[in-house]
């Protein structure tokens, strides 16, 4: 089972940027593909991107297309999501979890990001 910790959430105005961590522990990190999930306040959990174990193919929700880049490094089992040009519909809290149909029950307490307009 992969253990989850994200970070690097913040309160950032409309038109910036921010980077999101989630360091992974667990054996089957390097060999799973891995997403980063979003939940805003009274809607479901959505996923906005996702990338291969070896990082060579993305996917990313219309929200984020264009905006978000997510990537991983193996080496320091880490998934990465940068955001840029953040409109205050971004604000929810995110979490890294592997990739559907397999994602952990088990979630990390996520991060935070808040966009002021």
């Known amino acids: 089972q992969v253990q989850l910790v994200e970070s690097g959430g913040g309160l950032v105005q409309a038109g910036g940027s921010l980077r999101l961590s989630c360091a992974a522990s667990?054996?089957?990190?390097?060999?799973?593909?891995m997403g980063w999930y979003r939940q805003a306040p009274g809607k479901q959990r959505e996923l906005v991107a996702s990338?291969?174990?070896?990082?060579?193919?993305?996917n990313y929700a219309d929200s984020g297309k264009g905006r978000f880049t997510i990537s991983r490094d193996n080496a320091k089992n880490t998934v990465y999501l940068q955001m840029n040009s953040l409109k205050p519909e971004d604000t929810a809290v995110y979490y890294c979890?592997?990739?559907?149909?397999?994602?952990?029950?088990?979630w990390g307490q996520g991060t935070l990001v808040t966009v002021s307009s």
């Open positions: 979890n592997v990739a559907p149909p397999f994602a952990s029950d088990a």
């Open positions: 990338i291969t174990s070896a990082g060579s193919i993305t």
């Open positions: 667990g054996s089957i990190f390097r060999i799973s593909a």
